[in-house]
């Protein structure tokens, strides 16, 4: 590694901010045109998720170039650091919204509906009768099982859990500058996310073909799959970081006490686990 | 803290790039500071514009000039643009300039995310805006987007939501930025007591949009699955519940209401010491007041929503949180009024307009008071009364604290004086104005006047009338204000560096105009 600047390193002008803008332009006039029903808009948003890979190769390449020629700072590497925490707050008060539907659904507007100390329901639905699991008084999507929490969840809990670990053990490798060790472990811990995302594809099409539980069956549909499919989507990403930093680890980017890239994903990774036992506990097991 | 020095990837000292390309790829807190205080200026003439609209057709009872669609995407529309395109992004330039200038920092933490969370902004108001000429008009169900009204939005619906994710997403960057830049990169001795309070404004304000925006990026994405992949979180047949997305929006909507007016607290705690020629009165309490704001804001969402049908309970539990809001912002009122007090004051226009905004924010203030006790609301609610309230605390509070600091700082941004005796013009003309434009409506209100709707009863149509032609006047006096802020950049009296007799901070030790880079090397504070 370069010697490390004694100032705050202040980038002059970049064009990957202005890239990143026109990629999500063009990504969401892509999706709304999808969602109107025009074919061309699958195409533009493609188009717009490839610009937003080609740029953060672009972005994130120059930022770690620009890290191993020694240009951050202790200074620079705890505004990466704070940055990426406040990140992470913001991504779980995103989560908090749906949790929220959640619990407003199964503790106050589902019991309302079944009329609790009003009588309102006798005389709209009097047969509705489900407290939870439901798809409403419509029954909204048809007759629905709901997902069992002690097959693939719970040994989907157990991966996610070991991967904590599998992270943890990497990151003590790292620090005692065992780099071996440190890629093995990282890629032990692709490999649980992986699996996990396998796993979580397989319940998913079991719920669509065998449950007849799919995103339209009602507020248990829609609060399963928008929680498990946005944790999934972030379990996603937090793979491709992982893949990421196994690769830059492999090739030495990183040293004993200067690896904030390392430590960005490992939280952001811990914080998806997090995420999964909450979902773990509040809609598979109650 | 510990560095007292930057440094940048050239060897050189540089000025900015030429060009258009300079603005699009400027990663300098000043050059992106005036980039989102002119969006705000472009964005309240468009807003205004639509207002106008509003006050038009509102000039006399029947229907004049617009069909109703139109009338509520006006109304619609214009708050979405005032506060997201207007009041947020002035605040956010006023920190990007300041906040760096104000804690002896090189620049913004996060340089190029800087840049990011602005040139977003431009792409989410063309979608926004774009809706207008799709099939289905704009957006018209309320700036609240309430289903399962808005859910019968036409093509434009989904473009509405994703301009609401990139506003939110500029947002969320922005705000990072504020409180990396404010927690990690003060001058040494810079304490966090010894901030300015705009700093410390906007760490509160900052840390209020991370934990909210994400909640209305989601409560609009539940409203996009629902119109578009069939999930029922809105709809009763399903299990779900309209009210609900009412609870997740407002639980956004009510810190964003304090996201628009803690930095306007940080305004005229800068402006009020500085033209009474004493120190702030009361400094550590305003800090404690605004963090007590600040929690507050989380527990009393439920009160834009009395009229629900909500349990007893939750309606007293709302109705006393609200109200306990009234302690500490009465804590700043009564310390801003205290610094006056035997002060050597003088009543240049940032003082002018720091003043109308202590009386008028306060008169929101007590209308809110009155909204907050949950029985009389039920006679208030959807009226012309809230109409009256917002205005009062967004237009003389939050947008007069704007005008304030540009007046306040534009001459360190500059170098040059603005022309006083136009600064004044613009405050009396505005001030009289907006009272003849917002004062009637708290009567319309409390006779019955509903809001969001074009046409309304013979009995209301002298204060609407009275009203339209304050707005009116309000409205061009506001072309006042950017001759005043376009003369002021072209030239004019050159200004000291400290500008103002009695200013003090960091920034007035800079030169005016301040170099392109400046605190390169970090002041001692002591």
């Known amino acids: 590694m370069a010697h490390t600047s004694d100032h705050y390193y202040v980038p002059h002008g970049s064009h990957w901010p202005i890239v990143a803008s026109v990629a999500l332009f063009t990504g969401v006039i892509g999706a709304a045109n999808w969602f109107n029903g025009h074919s061309a808009g699958q195409m533009i948003l493609f188009l717009g998720l490839a610009l ?7 972005w994130f390449g120059t930022v770690i170039n620009e890290s191993l020629k020694g240009a951050y700072n202790e200074q620079v590497d705890r505004s990466f650091r704070q940055g990426m925490m406040w990140f992470i707050f913001s991504e779980v008060m995103f989560f908090a919204a749906f949790f929220g539907a959640l619990f407003y659904a199964r503790v106050l507007s589902v019991p309302w509906l079944l ?48 991967s904590g670990v599998t992270i943890t053990l990497s990151h003590w490798a790292l620090k005692a500058n065992d780099q071996a060790k440190t890629v093995l472990w990282l890629a032990a811990t692709v490999a649980l996310g992986a699996t996990f995302l396998a796993l979580q594809a397989y319940e998913y099409i079991h719920a669509y073909h065998e449950l007849n539980l799919t995103l339209g069956s009602g507020i248990y549909g829609s609060t399963f799959f928008m929680l498990t499919g946005f944790h999934g989507f972030h379990v996603t990403i937090g793979t491709v970081m992982l893949i990421v930093i196994t690769l830059r680890a492999a090739k030495g980017h990183f040293s004993p006490d200067h690896h904030f890239a390392f430590e960005g994903v490992a939280w952001y990774w811990h914080f998806v686990d997090v995420v999964w036992l909450g979902l773990f506990i509040f809609v598979y097991v109650l | 803290m510990s560095t007292a020095t930057a440094t940048h990837d050239d060897h050189h000292d540089h000025g900015p790039a030429k060009g258009l390309m300079r603005w699009v790829t400027t990663t300098n807190h000043k050059d992106i500071g005036t980039l989102y205080l002119l969006l705000a200026l472009v964005n309240f003439f468009i807003g205004g514009a639509m207002a106008m609209v509003i006050r038009a057709e509102l000039f006399q009872p029947g229907m004049q000039i617009v069909d109703p669609q139109f009338f509520n995407s006006m109304t619609t529309v214009h708050a979405l643009v005032m506060i997201f395109g207007a009041v947020m992004p002035a605040f956010t330039g006023l920190a990007n300039w300041l906040i760096p200038m104000m804690i002896g920092a090189p620049d913004m933490a996060l340089p190029r995310l800087n840049n990011f969370s602005f040139w977003i902004l431009p792409f989410a108001f063309t979608l926004l805006l774009s809706t207008f000429f799709m099939n289905g008009g704009g957006p018209a169900a309320g700036w609240t987007i309430y289903p399962p009204l808005v859910l019968q939005m036409g093509d ?88 609900m997305y009412q609870h997740i929006f407002w639980f956004f909507g009510h810190p964003e209401v304090y996201i628009l007016i803690l930095p306007a607290f940080g305004v005229v705690s800068a402006i009020v010491p500085t033209f009474a020629r004493k120190p702030l009165f009361g400094y550590s309490s305003m800090v404690y007041a605004t963090a007590s704001i600040a929690f507050l804001s989380f527990i009393v969402w439920a009160h834009h929503m009395f009229t629900v049908g909500m349990p007893v309970v ?89 005008m304030a ?55 209301f149509a002298d204060w609407n009338m009275i009203s339209s032609i304050g707005g009116f006047v309000f409205g061009v006096s506001q072309l006042l204000f950017a001759y005043v802020v376009i003369k002021t950049i072209r030239g004019g009296e050159k200004a000291t560096d400290q500008v103002w007799e009695g200013a003090h901070g960091l920034e007035w030790t800079l030169p005016s105009p301040p170099p392109y880079h400046t605190f390169t090397e970090a002041p001692q504070v002591k």
């Open chain 1, 52 to 58: 937003v890979a080609f740029m953060m190769f672009g």
């Open chain 1, 115 to 162: 009329g609790g100390d009003l009588s309102t329901h006798e005389f709209l639905w009097s047969s509705f009768g489900e407290n939870w699991p439901t798809n409403g008084p419509g029954n909204v999507g048809g007759d629905f099982e709901s997902m069992g929490a002690w097959g693939i969840p719970a040994i989907n809990t157990l991966l996610l859990l070991s």
């Open chain 2, 156 to 243: 434009g619906f989904p473009f509405m939501i994703f301009a609401i994710h990139l506003a939110g997403i500029s947002s969320i960057m922005g705000s990072i930025n504020v409180v990396v830049t404010i927690l990690n990169m003060r001058a040494p001795g810079m304490t966090l007591m010894k901030m300015p309070l705009f700093v410390w404004t906007w760490l509160i304000t900052a840390y209020l949009l991370i934990a909210t925006m994400p909640v209305l990026a989601g409560a609009v994405t539940m409203l996009l699955t629902d119109k578009f992949a069939a999930t029922s979180f809105f709809s009763a047949a399903g299990g779900g519940d309209p009210v």
């Open chain 2, 314 to 402: 939750g309606e007293l539990f709302f109705m006393y949180a609200t109200m306990m809001i009234a302690v500490p912002t009465g804590v700043k009122v009564f310390n801003w009024v205290s610094t006056m007090w035997k002060g050597s004051m003088t009543f240049e226009t940032p003082m002018l307009f720091a003043i109308g905004f202590i009386i008028m924010f306060t008169i929101g203030g007590f209308s809110g008071l009155m909204l907050a006790i949950a029985p009389s609301d039920f006679q208030y609610h959807d009226t012309y009364f809230v109409v009256a309230h917002f205005h009062y605390v967004l237009v003389t509070g939050a947008i007069y604290s704007i």
């Open chain 2, 405 to 459: 600091a540009t007046y306040y700082w534009l001459p360190k941004w500059t170098g040059n004086m603005y022309d006083e005796k136009l600064g004044k013009m613009h405050f009396w003309l505005s001030t009289v104005s907006v009272n003849v434009l917002f004062f009637p409506q708290h009567f319309l209100g409390l006779a019955g006047m509903p809001r969001r709707i074009p046409d309304y009863a013979v009995q």
